[in-house]
């Protein structure tokens, strides 16, 4: 083909699968593979600040640069700069300097989370002490240091951790950088021939256990071209020689490095110049990224060359075929240039073609309100025989999944290349999480969420405080807030429920709506106590919700949804109903009579409602003590290091 029709055809391609065409790019960009004037772009606006504030408030100050560097010990600045202060002592062999500024980050940073931006807390929970291990410095502290303990040496945690870092950054350019160029190319090649791409494609190499190959023939391409880069023209030549090594490790990533850099040279062999004038012809897009600061680069233009160069390998390969020149004959992935006929579909994905046929497309669903709770919210008013046919062709849908698109021919068929990835899709029964929750199973399922999640509350006091507390407003072992998000997880989510992703986030907007929503109705009731307060924890709101705890929801959600509610209500489904009738009754009343009660004299005190904001600059933080605020005694205790305040009443 001309240059012209190969760049059409570059351009349908971009066209059909444009959003994640656009990502593959973006990734490259952001992984270095590919630069672009929208990298440098960004880097030009990061990059450089420090010095130039650093040149700034050596002015202001009337001191030299030089003596405003000497000054950079005693000076702890927050974020990566203080970080890397941290970093440069451990280097250097003084971990317990490194250590004291580290600690200087974190006391600042917890005191900046609680005077300003309370979102951000730094004081209390699990995520907090993560992220402030990190931003500090203390977590490579502590490694050096417990290096240095058990080995009796100064200087072997620092040498260990200079090891590992560079182990680290070179197992990464290794396994990840100088890999992505063959998962990019195979995402155009499959892009270019089928009508769906989906974004499980990035990990083809995983999947398909090839991933370690591939990063070794890679690293051996790179190597070779690094060694002919230190001649006067054996690195330009030889780039363009080993050009198509990334496509043909696409193809075939059963090759070896030295294999697919010969039949690369095999294949550029002649096509050297005009692979440079196909370069060329994109410098009209070069200048306008240059002046768009390189949106038009990742909007289209590399994208769009990234397409041309793979319809360009195609025309290649073709020719090297026709050619039979040496090695050609292992580009043998047919169905990744051309759609695979029905019969070889149907000898491939027998299976999924028999659960299609198993499918009743025009099965009738219920109507009316009926309808509406089975349709909408997955609640059946009995699980009747009809109900069980439409759960099981739910089943047969999610089951086909992806499968389905491969049979219409629109997904390529990877059960039809040389390297078919390894699945494990066994089918459990007992698991069968698309399902329809009759009125009796959602209420003993409440209460069992409610329980369950008054048993974690509890415990957790149980192993923290060593005490016994009755979690919650109510005075019987059941928690609501549990049971009702455990419910509304199951039928406000129904719909999504084939799209575990989308659910877990759901599950996670969901529970903060329900939590934050509760939270503030008991405190507009009851006259501003709190049964809970998140303030100070890592992204919380108004100390509501916050990040660790949704997260906390949002694993249990899963569970819920794809493993506890199915097994549970497959118990409850063995009962017999006027038994399980009769006991929904009486949980009901004995719940509704505690609501009563409770609403009157709800559960409160002691480990409960005594939790109250204070100012803990001046508190002395090494041992316990009392304090008077107001006419309250504030207990303040340290734990490990967290510093926990209740209050007393005197009077009471």
Known sequence: MTRREIKGRARKAVKRHYMILVMTGLIAIFLGVQGSSFDNALRMY????????????????????????????????????????????????????????????????????????????????????????????????????????????????????????????????????????????????????????????????????????????????????????????????????????????????????????????????????????????????????????????????????????????VELRGSAKAADILGAGSLNDRYLYEPASREALEEAYGDAIEWKKDLEVGMPQPEGIRGLLSGWLGISLSITEADRAYEENREIQVRLGMLDDVVEGKLYPVRLSGFPEITRQKRIEMFHYMRHYSVWSLIMLFFAFSFIGWLWEVGIHVVLDGVFVNRGTFHGPWLPIYGAGGVLILTVLNRIRNHPVVTFFSIMFLCGVVEYGTSYYLETVYDGKKWWDYSGYFLNLNGRICAEGLLVFGIGGMVIVYVAAPLLDNWIRGIKKQALVYCCLALLGLYFADCVYSAGHPNEGKGITDYQPLDCKNIDKKRSSDHYVGSYIVSVVRVGSGLYCKVADPVA
């Open 46 to 313: 990061s990059g450089g600040t420090e010095d130039a504030g650093a040149d700034m408030e050596a002015a202001d100050a009337d001191i030299s640069p030089q003596e405003a560097g000497d000054t950079a010990d005693t000076r702890v600045s927050m974020g990566s700069t203080g970080l890397m202060d941290v970093l440069e002592h451990i280097m250097m062999g003084d971990p317990e300097k490194g250590r004291e500024i580290s600690e200087k980050i974190r006391q600042e940073e917890i005191e900046r989370s609680e005077q300003g931006n309370r979102i951000l807390g730094r004081s209390r929970g699990v995520l907090s002490k993560a992220v402030n291990a990190v931003t500090s410095g203390s977590l490579f502290v502590m490694f050096v240091s417990g290096i240095n303990s058990i080995s009796g040496s100064e200087n072997l945690g620092s040498l260990i951790l200079v090891i590992l870092a560079l182990a680290g950054v070179a197992g990464f350019y290794i396994l990840v950088v100088n890999t992505y160029a063959v998962i990019s190319a195979r995402m155009f090649l499959e892009g270019r021939c089928y009508e769906k791409l989906p974004i499980q494609r990035f990990i083809f190499l995983l999947r398909a256990k090839r991933w370690l190959k591939v990063s070794a023939a890679m690293l051996l391409c790179a190597m070779y071209q690094f060694f002919w880069s230190l001649t006067v023209i054996g690195g330009m030549i030889k780039y363009y020689s080993y050009y198509l090594v990334p496509y043909i490790l696409a193809e075939n990533p059963d090759l070896t490095g030295r294999e697919a850099v010969r039949l690369s040279r095999q294949m550029m062999r002649g096509h050297k110049w005009e692979c440079f004038v196909m370069e060329c012809s994109f410098i009209g897009w070069w200048i306008l990224g240059a002046f768009t600061m390189g949106l038009s680069e990742v909007l289209f233009s590399m994208p769009y060359q990234s397409a041309t160069f793979c319809e360009y390998y």
